[in-house]
């Protein structure tokens, strides 16, 4: 029995003719993904206090039997995945030759949720069935045959989607093989969009890139140093603030390893001086703005009290 007739939108909303965009199907696509892992994990916090690895065996049957309790309260009730629905999107059946809009027919769903889910099942349950078997026996032979059937499946849908990305129907083979494509669910409205909120657009992104093309001319170690030094008092002379800077590193404000100096009077760690110099080739030294001549290690005598 053909199910248009007890869909209520068949006989009075027309298809319409506005393409649905590429983006548009590939993301009710993530968010069907999304919402099959949600379910999933909710599913096994139930489990989570007994024996670890209780649901491990029963996986992929748990897993196929959500996603046939999603089927059936989406795409077998309403022609439409749950992402499609949430973006206003599902299944037009491509076969009927009718101008206005007809759902999707009853085997159209079965084979729909049997190529869609059933696929998912036999992968993961394949591992399992042909895992610890001898390699000359039928069951290894059977293992490669669905390996090459595998490969060419992903060949005939990359070239699927190459095609798909030309004329914007049928992103898998499931619904091209089943001759159903993502169609408006209401009519679309014209947007009216103002012309100072896209000149507005158009100059907010046009700065955004040109401070993405400047930041990363803009040595900010060096800035910072000079600023640090313009307002912050003058450091003490004599031998307390001789002791002061060699007790810890300019850059990692640690005691110093392997102490060296760069031509000031502060001190720093080898590899932090030897690792920020490599990254940057203007170093200066963070606390005077001294830039980096080059390494002398330094001999530190600490002095009895």
């Known amino acids: 029995m053909d199910e248009t007739r007890g869909d209520p939108s068949a006989e009075d909303s027309p298809s319409t003719l506005t393409p649905v965009l590429r983006i548009s199907q590939l993301d009710a696509f993530e968010l069907d993904t999304a919402l ?3 379910v999933w994990s909710q599913f096994s916090q139930c489990f989570q206090h007994f024996k670890p690895g209780h649901l491990t065996p029963f996986e992929p ?18 022609s439409a995945t749950a992402g499609q629905s949430l973006l206003n999107i599902r299944y037009k059946n491509d076969l009927s030759q ?14 729909f949720a049997l190529c869609a889910i059933g696929e998912k099942w036999l992968k993961e349950r394949s591992h399992s069935l042909f895992l610890n078997r001898p ?3 039928a069951v290894h032979k059977a293992r490669r045959a669905l390996a090459f059937l595998d490969g060419f499946a992903k060949v005939a849908s990359l070239l699927n989607f190459l095609v798909f990305l030309q004329k914007g129907r049928f992103p898998t083979l499931t619904e091209r093989f089943l001759g159903v494509r993502a169609v408006f669910s209401r009519p679309q409205g014209v947007r009216d969009v103002g012309f100072q909120y896209v000149n507005r657009e158009l100059l907010w992104h046009g700065f955004a890139e040109f401070l993405i093309f400047l930041f990363p001319l803009v040595n900010t170690r060096r800035l910072k140093a000079s600023v640090r030094s313009l307002f912050s008092p003058p450091e003490g002379q004599g031998v307390a603030a001789e002791a002061a800077h060699c007790t810890e590193c300019a850059l990692c404000g640690e005691w110093p390893t392997m102490p060296h100096t760069v031509g000031c009077s502060h001190v720093f760690c080898y590899y932090c001086v030897k690792s920020h110099s490599i990254a940057d080739m203007y170093l200066s030294c963070p606390k005077c703005g001294t830039e980096v001549q080059g390494l002398e290690p330094v001999k530190m005598q600490i002095q009895p009290v």
């Open 36 to 38: 099959e892992q949600l």
């Open 61 to 78: 049957e748990l897993k196929a039997l959500l996603q046939l309790l999603l089927w059936r309260f989406t795409v077998y009730s309403r």
């Open 98 to 111: 009718a101008r206005r809009y007809r759902p999707m027919s009853r085997r159209q769903k079965l084979w």
């Open 135 to 137: 390699a000359e026996s």
